[in-house]
């Protein structure tokens, strides 16, 4: 059976979703992003900070001219353990099935858009599959959903 964590402090403009990824850090809090409103199909590009010992969820919000990534639900968000970096990968959004990656920097949260050699990796638009970090040095995904733009979901 699920517990439902009651929170003392919320953000106010945080909404019921689902399709949100987390990444554990140091200290006990958790960083979370992303995610759909289901009732409204809405997708979010929004980064939060949860405290359990204060049972807070803050927002974090992105400074100006800084790398911020598209809305996007079903993606994934992973952490390295032995270095402060995350990173979020795929996922899609109202615009179509995305294909990329960010590097997080845990210390000072900027997202860093990653460069795919696209000669050395087929990497399709994807959502729904699992990411990994491999030896602590290759960010391995695999499995779900590969998206193609402009076809059914049936089709794929």
Known sequence: MQQEIQL??????FSERNAMQAVPLEDGKVLL?????SQ?????????LYD????????IHFMENKVIPPKRNSHTFTR???????????????DGPLKDIYEVDLQTLDFKKMVLDESEMLLP?????SAHIY????????????????KKIEEI
């Open 125 to 129: 638009a994807t959502e729904m599959h």
């Open 40 to 48: 409204e199909e809405k997708q979010y590009n929004q980064l939060y």
């Open 8 to 13: 003392e402090k919320r953000d106010d403009d």
């Open 80 to 94: 390295m353990m032995h270095a402060p970096k995350a990173y979020l990968a795929c996922g899609a959004n109202s």
């Open 33 to 37: 992003f992303g995610g759909q409103d």
């Open 135 to 150: 030896k602590e040095e290759e960010l391995l995904l695999v499995g779900g959903r590969a998206l193609e733009a402009g």
């Open 52 to 59: 359990a010992a204060e049972k807070a969820l803050t927002r």
